[in-house]
């Protein structure tokens, strides 16, 4: 089992910076792939980016290519996204999760965190 902690979400305005962290705690942390998620109203969830213990990383949606970035400091046990040049599109609820380490990286994740909700107004 691993528990997943999200913080850092807000409300902004367009064009400003967040970055959000996701603390594991539980078994080692390189047992597991991460990845964030995002939920925005009315639409299904959608794999935003990735994370293998290695650093390898893959950012999915065309929209935030170039704008986000995933990253993991393996010592913290924490996982960041870094969201710049936020637009209103952005705004969901953001989740971290996580996964055994096989297998593909934007699926079968099976540890949730609660959310963490990003507004940026525009």
């Known amino acids: 089992q691993v528990q997943l902690v999200e913080s850092g979400g807000g409300l902004v305005q367009a064009g400003a910076s967040l970055r959000l962290s996701c603390a594991a705690s539980?078994?080692?942390?390189?047992?597991?792939?991460m990845g964030w998620f995002r939920q925005a109203p009315g639409k299904e969830r959608e794999f935003v980016a990735g994370?293998?213990?290695?650093?390898?990383?893959?950012v999915n949606v065309d929209s935030v290519k170039g704008r986000f970035t995933i990253s993991r400091d393996n010592a913290k046990n924490t996982v960041y996204l870094q969201m710049n040049s936020l637009k209103p599109e952005d705004t969901a609820i953001y989740y971290c999760?996580?996964?055994?380490?096989?297998?593909?990286?934007?699926?079968?994740?099976?540890?949730w965190g609660q959310g963490t909700q990003v507004t940026v107004s525009s």
């Open positions: 999760a996580a996964k055994n380490a096989v297998g593909p990286l934007d699926r079968q994740y099976n540890y």
């Open positions: 539980g078994r080692p942390f390189s047992m597991y792939y």
């Open positions: 994370i293998r213990w290695s650093g390898s990383s893959s």
